[in-house]
T-cell receptor, first 111, second 114 residues
Framework: QKEVEQDPGPLSVPEGAIVSLNCTYS??????FMWYRQYSRKGPELLMY????GNKEDGRFTAQVDKSSKYISLFIRDSQPSDSATYLC???????????FGTGTRLQVTL | DTEVTQTPKHLVMGMTNKKSLKCEQH?????MYWYKQKAKKPPELMFV???????INESVPSRFSPECPNSSLLNLHLHALQPEDSALYLC?????????????FGEGSRLTVL
């Protein structure tokens, strides 16, 4: 079993839809949770960062962390074609420098 | 625009060449990282520098040699690479300690080994 599981997609949605992206993990020591957006042939761009459990909202993006279920989510409201990218979840514990990534979900937002 | 700058953006080299990838950040971060990313895969950690000292080497072959000349710069020296080393090489940086855990990535250097 991988430490972090993420559905690779591809996920195709119409413009304006609400998108839900999810990751599950097995290491209960993880405390820092991140979502990255990566366009083709570019570096990952940090979208959201959450420490421990809870919700965080930034514009059209909301990140949720449920440590009791070992489950994190990223919601994108009013999705746009420019949101088409691969979304990577990433997490680490309080001491390690190493980030553990999910495999990434490829999202396509169509007109 | 990312605050982690990588050069060159593209590099083509033969198996006998020696080249270097460079990375610079001015966010005051004291941890810097090299990752390797193959197509349709997540980034894989190669090296971590903490306070300019190598703290993690993920069993990377010696044909990859990292160097951290100061707190803002990180280099990756390449020598006698193989075609399977062709990938996107990503530099990242972060704060150390406390509750700050975000990694900030550069745009990457796309390496092709012929």
């Amino acid at each position: 079993q991988k430490e972090v599981e993420q559905d690779p997609g591809p996920l195709s949605v119409p413009e304006g839809a609400i998108v839900s992206l999810n990751c599950t993990y097995s290491n209960s020591a993880f405390q820092y949770f991140m979502w990255y957006r990566q366009y083709s042939r570019k570096g990952p761009e940090l979208l959201m960062y959450t420490y421990s459990s809870g919700n965080k909202e930034d514009g059209r993006f909301t990140a949720q962390v449920d440590k009791s279920s070992k489950y994190i989510s990223l919601f994108i409201r009013d999705s746009q074609p420019s949101d088409s990218a691969t979304y990577l979840c990433a997490m680490r514990d309080g001491t390690a420098s190493k980030l553990t990534f999910g495999t990434g979900t490829r999202l396509q937002v169509t007109l | 625009d990312t605050e982690v700058t990588q050069t060159p953006k593209h590099l083509v080299m033969g198996m006998t060449n020696k080249k270097s990838l460079k990375c610079e950040q001015h966010m005051g971060h004291r941890a810097m990282y090299w990752y390797k990313q193959k197509a349709k895969k997540p980034p894989e950690l190669m090296f971590v520098y903490s306070y300019e000292k190598l703290s993690i080497n993920e069993s990377v072959p010696s044909r990859f040699s990292p160097e951290c000349p100061n707190s803002s710069l990180l280099n990756l020296h390449l020598h006698a690479l193989q075609p399977e080393d062709s990938a996107l090489y990503l530099c990242a940086s972060s704060h150390l300690g406390g509750n700050t855990g975000e990694l900030f990535f550069g745009e990457g250097s796309r390496l092709t080994v012929l």
